[in-house]
């Protein structure tokens, strides 16, 4: 008898530990009583009561992936292309995930596909292939609103792969091709054009500078040529200053004058045009012209002629 008490002691003990239940974080228990939903389990420690209770539905509240394979879609030109997304979810409400739909992710994998398709067969192949985006957006927009009764939060919706059709690559490749061989010619072309507005300012700076070193090289040369003549000048005035404070009389500057003519035609071929005043001194100043040359008053005696001796032989015949 002990035996059986015992047993069923045992027996009770493992009935009530198989019926306590212990629920991990982010998950959610949807609890039945007789058939009819009655609670909520959240995360920890909870009992059910045996034969009268039962664990419906074990829902994950983490972000889930829905990969939703490749869909033709027809775009608003009459293209055919293969489309897949990937929609990111959460369930929020695990009554409503569990009791709203039979199969909540099939019944989202086809409202993303219908849903594509809507969207895109309104848009032209241009359009799709750059409007990422807005496409998204609509998706997100449209299925969040449609599965609230499901108890699912759509978080966002993103197109995976466009493929279009064979003949649409390679019509695109062509086109990409000639679009990068424009762009490359336009580049040469500037290259080119920079390149000759580079050299033809090259030229004119050098012109320029060469033309501002030869203005300076003239401005250079008048300078010192000016600087010259006004030393000469100076230092020629600086004599005759000197001669005056020295008491010379206008001989003695006649003689100055005589002595720079004297100078000019020394030995050069060189025609000198004298003034009247000044053969008029010359020939006044008897001593300067005997010695110089210069307007003689007298001239020199001819030679005497040599005697011519007899010659024996040529006399006697």
Request: aromatic share 6%; with cysteine.
């Amino acid at each position: 008898m002990q035996y059986v008490v015992l047993i069923v002691i045992v027996l009770l003990v493992l009935f009530i530990l198989t019926n306590m239940k212990i629920v991990p974080q982010a998950q959610e228990y949807v609890i039945e009583f007789l058939g009819k939903y009655k609670t909520t389990w959240s995360a920890g420690f909870h009992i059910l009561l045996p034969f009268l209770e039962r664990v419906a539905k074990k829902i994950t509240l983490k972000e889930q992936v829905l990969d939703s394979p490749p869909q033709p879609v027809i775009t608003k030109d009459n293209v055919t292309m293969q489309i897949d997304a990937v929609v990111y979810f959460k369930v929020f409400d695990a009554k409503l995930f569990c009791y709203g739909a039979v199969n909540p992710l099939s019944a989202l994998e086809n409202l993303t596909a219908t849903t594509l398709r809507n969207i895109v067969g309104e848009l032209e192949l241009d359009s799709t292939l750059t409007s990422r985006d807005t496409i998204n957006g609509k998706m997100t927009e449209i299925l969040d609103e449609a599965t609230d009764q499901w108890g699912i939060k759509v978080n966002r919706v993103e197109l995976k792969n466009i493929i279009p059709p064979k003949e649409i690559q390679m019509a695109m490749e062509k086109q990409m091709k000639a679009e990068r061989d424009r762009r490359e010619t336009l580049l040469q072309a500037e290259g080119h054009k920079a390149a000759a507005i580079t050299r033809a300012e090259g030229d004119k700076q050098a012109m320029i500078l060469a033309a501002e070193g030869e203005r300076d090289a003239r401005i250079a040369r008048a300078e010192g040529e000016a600087k010259a003549i006004y030393l000469a000048k100076k230092a020629e005035a600086d004599g005759i200053r000197a001669l005056k404070e020295a008491g010379a009389d206008g001989s003695v500057l006649e003689l100055k004058k005589y002595d720079a003519l004297v100078r000019l035609a020394d030995g050069k071929a060189a025609k000198l045009i004298i003034p009247t005043d000044a053969v008029e001194a010359v020939r006044k100043n008897v001593v300067f012209s005997e010695t110089s040359g210069i307007g003689s008053v007298t001239h020199e005696a001819p030679p005497e002629p040599i005697p011519v001796k007899p010659d024996p032989c040529c006399d006697k015949e």
